[in-house]
């Protein structure tokens, strides 16, 4: 299955804006954030506590199990002052 992946804030600067992953069936967003950690240095940040994940605009954990043409979304936690 096809999964769409955007990255905002700092991971867009240092990785892109986005990137299309294959999947198996039945993955999690775990599953994905492993597989995208095993691309590099710059892309095992994705595996930090500090990272937050959300599919389809809803913020879930890393049991959320994926469908095909997911929109999976990484970004940093959101401050303000």
Not at 58 to 67: K, P
Request: proline content about 4%.
């Amino acid at each position: 299955m096809k999964i769409n992946v955007r990255l905002f804030a700092r991971l867009r600067e240092q990785l892109g804006d986005s990137v299309q992953c294959e999947c198996p069936e039945g993955a999690t967003v775990a599953a994905l954030t492993d597989q995208l950690a095993s691309k590099g240095d710059s892309w095992a940040q994705l595996k930090s506590q500090e990272i937050l994940c959300a599919v389809n605009q809803q913020q879930v954990s890393g049991e959320h199990r994926l469908a095909d043409n997911d929109e999976v979304a990484f970004f940093p936690p959101v401050t303000g002052g």
